[in-house]
């Protein structure tokens, strides 16, 4: 089986990387199924299918097109709110091929929030919407992951004021624990190692600075030890992400989007990858945006959707290989 990837915001470069993925991916056999409208993909080849097991064959020669339409012409580079409709119409029908079992996984081209939002939209991201496909509202968790690096944040799409109200000692263990099962299932690391960051300056200086070290996130690794993961922290935040720090863990679990993406997209921009745990399917997609600045212009880099299409192959590999040994 093979991924699905989305077309995402049609005024982004996500067409753009379609096609050079496709250029790169066609010689190694690593195929997909792009689903958006072909309008989109320029003087690349592309051949319509109606089922996904029809792409594999395709591949070394077009790519292979799940058809939308949609509603007008696209200006590279000008979001327009009139395509939110037919850029959520790829989504859902990418996840209900990976719920379906028709392909291996999703991988999300970029999306601009604030466009679908405008367009009606009533997710923040992909992120909470796979969740709401899938029926299992509340239980995603955003992992970045590159070769240097793997973080969650325990928030994620909401303001700072509103991530320091909703964090919880039962949602950072929630969040850890998740982390923790998606680290063996999915990753192959037989006893992951989770560093937990503080929220404050120096993780709150033993209280000088801070007390929700000790009041919420010092209790949180607690009970995540007592259930069995190593867990441990919260470090000060300024050097958990160090050269030196980094050896130490498998995975940095972060309170907020910014602690978790800054050091990762510092580090590893072009090769970071963003992975939806806590779903039934496997979802992947570039760390970067729709970078409309650059849209159409030929400069578009896929080498971090050329990441995300390995790291979803190779956990739907590790996904379907635990499911055979537990059957
Ligand atoms: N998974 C998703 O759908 C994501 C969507 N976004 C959305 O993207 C939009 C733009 O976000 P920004 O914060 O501006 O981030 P961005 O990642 O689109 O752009 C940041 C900078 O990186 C450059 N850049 C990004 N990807 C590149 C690539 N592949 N090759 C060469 N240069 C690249 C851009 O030109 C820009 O200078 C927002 O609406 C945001 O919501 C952002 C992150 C992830
Ligand atoms: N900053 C990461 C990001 O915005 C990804 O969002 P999503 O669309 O994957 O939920």
Excluded at 225 to 235: C, K, M, T
Excluded at 291 to 317: C, H, T, V, Y
Aim: hydrophobic fraction near 45%.
């Amino acid at each position: 089986m093979l991924p699905a990837l989305t077309m995402g915001d049609p005024a982004g470069i996500g067409p753009e990387l379609t096609v050079k993925a496709w250029e790169i991916l066609r010689r190694t056999g690593d195929a997909f199924l792009w689903i958006g409208d072909p309008v989109l993909l320029g003087e690349a080849p592309f051949e319509i299918v109606g089922h996904a097991e029809q792409a594999a064959s395709i591949f070394p020669s077009a790519i292979p097109v799940m058809p939308l339409t949609l509603p007008g012409s696209v200006t590279p580079g000008q979001a327009d709110s009139a395509m939110a409709g037919c850029v959520i119409d790829a989504i859902e029908t990418a996840t209900r091929l990976a719920i379906t079992g028709q392909v291996s996984a999703i991988v999300t081209n970029p999306i601009s929030k604030i466009v679908l939002k405008q367009g009606g939209f009533a997710f923040p991201g992909h992120t909470e919407f796979l969740a709401s496909l899938c029926g299992v509202e509340g239980e995603e968790i955003m992992m970045l992951a590159s070769p240097r690096l793997r973080v969650v944040p325990v928030t994620v799409h909401v303001s700072l004021r509103e991530a320091l109200d909703s964090l919880t000692t039962d949602r950072i263990v929630h969040v850890g624990a998740t982390l923790a099962e998606a680290l063996r299932r999915d990753f192959g690391l037989m006893a992951p190692r989770i560093a937990v960051a503080g929220l404050n300056p120096h993780a709150g200086e033993g209280g000088v600075m801070g007390h929700e070290e000790q009041t919420m996130i010092a209790p949180a690794i607690e009970a995540m030890r007592q259930a069995g993961i190593d867990a441990s922290g919260p470090y000060p935040p300024d050097t958990l992400f160090t050269d030196l720090a980094r050896p130490l863990y498998d995975a940095a679990l972060c309170m907020y989007h910014d602690q978790a993406l800054i050091p990762l997209k510092t580090l590893d921009m072009a090769s970071g990858v963003n992975v939806t745990l806590g779903l039934p399917v496997v979802r992947t997609s570039p760390d970067h945006g729709t970078a409309f600045a650059i849209a159409g212009q030929g400069k578009a880099d896929p080498a971090s959707l050329l990441a995300a299409m390995r790291m979803a192959r190779d956990l739907g590999a590790r996904r379907a290989a635990s499911k055979e040994v537990q059957s």
